[in-house]
């Protein structure tokens, strides 16, 4: 069974950064397409950036671009969102999504397949 669960979240003034986790079991997270997505009130589900390929290739949303960075920790079978500068407008729930098997990254939820249970990330101006 596969299971992905998101850590990190918090309160954070503008200008400040935090650093959301997503640990994985039953699946070995560097052979699957994996992306970061936020939801914020009343909006639909964001995708924000994704890790993807042997090589670990990523991509970002052009609002995250140079603030935002996604890795991972095969080791720890782990994926990371380190995100700096944090604006308000950043406020959302955060989720990890797993999606194919040596797939490429894709902005639509439907495509990932498992999904973490979401941490929280508030950004106070």
């Known amino acids: 069974q596969v299971q992905l669960v998101e850590s990190g979240g918090g309160l954070v003034q503008a200008g400040g950064s935090l650093r959301l986790s997503c640990a994985a079991s039953?699946?070995?997270?560097?052979?699957?397409?994996m992306a970061w997505f936020r939801q914020a009130p009343g909006k639909e589900r964001e995708f924000v950036a994704s890790?993807?390929?042997?090589?670990?290739?990523?991509y970002y949303v052009d609002s995250v671009k140079g603030r935002f960075s996604i890795s991972r920790d095969s080791a720890k079978n782990t994926m990371y969102l380190q995100m700096n500068s944090l604006k308000p407008e950043d406020t959302a729930v955060y989720y990890c999504?797993?999606?194919?098997?040596?797939?490429?990254?894709?902005?639509?939820?439907?495509?990932?397949?498992?999904w973490g249970q979401g941490t929280q990330v508030t950004v106070s101006s």
């Open positions: 890790i993807f390929g042997s090589s670990g290739s990523t």
């Open positions: 039953g699946r070995t997270l560097s052979t699957y397409a």
């Open positions: 999504g797993s999606g194919p098997r040596g797939g490429g990254w894709s902005p639509r939820p439907q495509y990932y397949d498992y």
